[in-house]
């Protein structure tokens, strides 16, 4: 079956400018998280998404959003673009969410987004 | 809060030598633990996972038990291969937060022919 799907792969933007990224999770899946993958701060969690509620934010400012689609499709979106955004966005997709703690996430391939 | 702490790499192994990972984390509660592996260009793929204390995890060779006494989930392989070469993460999962992952720094694993 179908994986987790991330579009762009690669994108270029300069600062200030404002950038849409798209996953499409597994089908049947209800939850898709993102996260923000730099050498210098590793993986963080930016949000997650279960029925078309976010469910947990991470710290981040609030340039960056989300939202999730009754297909259970995701965005995340980041206004006013700095340099440091520069990182990899990974999307990842779930069945459920919370309960047992022991959900397995399937990750996309990822959006490499640079900022000039 | 919730954290991971891994071993700086790079690790650099020849073929076939033993390998280990150590990570240990910090969670109130009882968290679920994982080691999430990531090839060059490529997302984070699922290792293996162990949900409870005393739970081995196992998978393509490798394997962690999750300590609950050092609070550790350390990674192991008999034998590795070039092919293993990638960067290892090490993940916790607490119940409170959904399917929020904290993740360690990442061990990079280079294995020599």
């Known amino acids: 079956k179908a994986g987790v799907t991330q579009t762009p792969r690669y994108l270029i933007k300069t600062r200030g400018q404002q950038v849409t990224l798209s996953c499409s999770p597994i089908s049947g899946h209800r939850s898709v998280s993102w996260y923000q993958q730099t050498p210098g701060q590793g993986l963080q969690f930016l949000f997650e998404?279960?029925?078309?509620?976010?469910?947990n934010k991470g710290n981040f400012p609030g340039r960056f959003s989300g939202r999730q689609f009754s297909n259970s499709r995701s965005e995340m979106n980041v206004s006013t673009l700095e340099l440091g955004d520069s990182a990899l966005y990974l999307c990842?997709?779930?069945?459920?969410?919370?309960?047992?703690?022991?959900?397995?996430?399937?990750f996309g391939a990822g959006s490499r987004l640079t900022v000039l | 809060g919730d954290s991971v702490t891994q071993m700086e790499g790079p690790v650099t192994l020849s073929e076939e030598a033993f390998l280990t990972i150590n990570c240990t984390y910090t969670a109130t509660g009882y968290p679920s633990l994982f080691w999430y592996v990531q090839y060059p260009g490529e997302g984070l793929q699922l290792l293996l996972k162990?949900?409870?204390?005393?739970d081995k995890g196992s998978n393509k060779g490798f394997e962690a038990t999750y300590r609950k006494e050092t609070t550790s989930f350390h990674l192991e392989k008999g034998s590795v291969q070039v092919s293993d070469s990638a960067v290892y993460f090490c993940?916790?999962?607490?119940?409170?937060?959904?399917?929020?992952?904290?993740f360690g720094a990442g061990t990079i694993l280079r294995v020599k022919s």
């Open positions: 990842a997709s779930s069945l459920r969410t919370g309960e047992s703690g022991a959900n397995v996430l399937t």
């Open positions: 162990a949900t409870k204390a005393d």
């Open positions: 993940a916790l999962m607490s119940r409170e937060y959904g399917n929020k992952l904290v």
């Open positions: 998404y279960f029925s078309e509620t976010q469910r």
